[in-house]
């Protein structure tokens, strides 16, 4: 899987040592590992800091192979963009996640990328509104049984038993 770049979705709260572990194995790989936190900076947690690449801000899904969530962040202060001070501040949304990231995994799914989630990363893939069990998703306990499975899939460049054929 020489090349291939992988986001590694954070809120920077959630498990960072499965963030670590993925980004080695990814890196082991050959693939390239890029980090996507609601702000940039460094994730430090017991010495161990963890460089976040991009933001919510400045990533789309086009620029990657496959994205693994090991965290559902919440909407970000800069999430809606600059409103009017006249304007509702009751935008009439409801999400537990930051709504970038969220388009960011409809992108990917509706490309037919591969997307792993473990932990809270699942709850981003809810909010997305993923259906249960489609073909080039995978869920997992751990960091560690996830990037495997992505890997595969990338095998496949797209999960293409996502889609019906028109025929």
Do not use: C
Not at 86 to 108: C, I, S, Y
Not at 140 to 156: D, H, I, K, M
């Amino acid at each position: 899987m020489e090349g291939r770049i992988i986001a590694i979705v954070t809120s920077g709260a959630d498990d960072l040592d499965g963030v670590r572990e993925v980004r080695r194995a990814a890196l082991d790989a050959g693939m390239v590992p890029l980090v996507v936190a609601p702000a940039g900076g460094v994730l430090d947690r017991e010495g161990d800091p963890v460089t976040v690449q991009r933001t919510f801000a400045n990533a789309r899904s086009t620029e990657f192979d496959a994205i693994v969530l090991a965290g559902a962040p919440a909407p970000a202060a800069d999430a809606y963009g600059a409103r009017d001070a006249k304007a509702d501040d009751d935008l009439g949304v409801a999400t537990v996640v930051d709504p970038r990231l969220l388009l960011m995994v409809a992108e990917a799914y509706r490309h037919g990328k591969a997307i792993g989630a473990w932990g809270e990363g699942m709850v981003a893939l809810e909010a997305a509104g993923l259906p249960e069990g489609p073909a080039g998703v995978v869920f997992g306990e751990t960091a560690a049984s996830v990037l495997p499975a992505v890997t595969r899939l990338l095998g496949g460049h797209r999960a293409w038993g996502r889609f019906t054929p028109a025929l």
